[in-house]
């Protein structure tokens, strides 16, 4: 494939692409359950078979991308090692054992004059998918898509190309070799950034657009799309110590949801403890121990003279680093109403032995995710048993949470009569 810019016309690139995909999604729609398992399973051995390939072809990007500056955040999404890649490898073939969501009946009733109506899941159709850094979305959103039943359009970030092209390689010959149609994961050869404003004003041509980037991209991506978008823009995810807490359980949770991978949409921005819990410094110790800068008001910073002076800004600010704001509050609702002003509806959390308050909490909170007693680095498809996942969702319609199977299919309305008319 040619990156080149000089003689690619982005709407022409995308027309093609995208009748490309639509006759694959034919194909695909109707493909038994069978076929598509087979096909994906070829595909995840495929990545296995050039892991050497596919490393080389990270280590270049890891250079290049270091060179010119990424961000740590960023750099951790790119890297791809021995263990990462065979979890990709491992995911596509998890997708391989999923439930097929497609023909599957939601619901289904006999209506008085004898009309039967169901509703049945059927593929959204052609699925485009902007990503940045995450070689491996490669293989989990083309996975996704097609064993959905639907045709992807994959377009990477530059600083991920090199790998997003191994993968890309070893994946369609993997579904090839299942019997699958040639175009049915298809990944955009140009790094022009022009291609991505063409996906975004291809209505009619593409069927659903999936952003997964940094706050600048999904941005873009909602403001200037003619096409229906699933994304969320942040993970303003937070994680509140109820005075009713188990400290060393809480001192556990914490650190993990903040420092397990800071750069992952489900870690924790903002920790709320209530002014009722025992002792809040072992906690902020555990951290600041681990290596996270800790930033706070007055209040918090005379519990530990390491601890910085927070702005207005902390509470909305998305760090993906080992940063964490931290806040004192009075109780259940205040944590709730904090989170209602500074959240992002992506992952929240209450730490706490009062099953009544947790309750309270969950109930209350307005997020895709909300947990009890769990850290938010499990708001991941593959933690809730989804497989991989093609995204997190926050918005209110279609999907919402780990984006799966299930949330790349829509319905339709079967009606089967015998003869009857409307009076």
């Not at 593929?123 to 996704?144: M, Q």
Request: proline content about 4%; some cysteine; charged content about 20%.
């Amino acid at each position: 494939m040619s990156d080149s810019t000089d003689t690619i016309d982005p709407i022409r690139l995308m027309q093609n692409m995208s009748a490309q995909a639509r006759t694959a999604a034919v194909a695909l729609a109707s493909m038994p359950t069978a076929t598509k398992a087979a096909a994906l399973r070829l595909a995840g051995a495929a990545i296995r078979e050039d892991a050497d390939a596919i490393l080389a072809a990270n280590v270049r990007d890891m250079t290049l991308a270091t060179a010119n500056g990424l961000s740590g955040a960023m750099l951790d999404r790119l890297r791809l090692d021995p263990a990462r890649l065979e979890s990709t490898a491992a995911g596509v073939e998890a997708v391989a054992g999923l439930a097929d969501p497609v023909g599957s009946v939601i619901d289904a009733d006999v209506r008085p004059n004898g009309l039967r109506l169901s509703r049945v899941r059927v593929p959204i159709g052609t699925i485009g998918i902007i990503y940045e850094s995450r070689p491996n979305v490669t293989a989990d959103a083309g996975a996704l898509a097609v064993m959905a039943g639907n045709a992807a359009i994959l377009r990477g970030g530059s600083e991920a190309m090199e790998s997003n092209r191994a993968i890309h390689a070893a994946m369609a010959r993997g579904l090839t070799a299942g019997g699958m149609p040639p175009n049915a994961v298809q990944l955009v050869p140009t790094t022009d950034r022009a291609v991505v404003g063409a996906m975004l004003r291809a209505e009619r041509l593409i069927d659903l657009i999936v952003p997964r980037g940094g706050k600048g991209l999904v941005a873009r991506v909602q403001a200037e799309a003619r096409v229906p978008v699933l994304a969320h823009l942040d993970g303003l995810n937070h994680s509140y110590v109820d005075g009713a807490a188990d400290p060393a359980m809480a001192r556990d949770i914490v650190v993990n949801a903040k420092l397990r991978r800071t750069g992952v949409c489900g870690s924790t921005e903002t920790l709320l403890i209530d002014r009722a819990f025992a002792d809040p410094r072992p906690i902020l110790t555990g951290l600041l121990d681990a290596g996270c800068e800790l930033r706070g008001d007055s209040e918090v910073r005379a519990l530990d003279p390491a601890i910085l002076e927070a702005n207005d800004d902390d509470w909305d600010t998305e760090y993906l680093d080992a940063i964490l704001s931290v806040k004192l509050v009075d109780g259940v609702d205040a944590a709730i109403d904090h989170i209602a002003r500074h959240g992002s509806h992506h992952t929240d959390a209450i730490i706490t032995d009062d099953a009544a308050t947790a309750e309270h909490f969950l109930a209350r909170v307005d997020s895709a995710i909300v947990m009890w007693n769990a850290s938010t680095q499990f708001a991941d498809g593959g933690e809730f048993g989804l497989g991989a996942e093609i995204g997190i969702a926050t918005g209110r319609l279609h999907a919402r949470g780990p984006v799966a199977l299930e949330g790349l299919t829509t319905y339709k309305w079967l009606v089967r009569g015998t003869g009857q008319t409307r009076p």
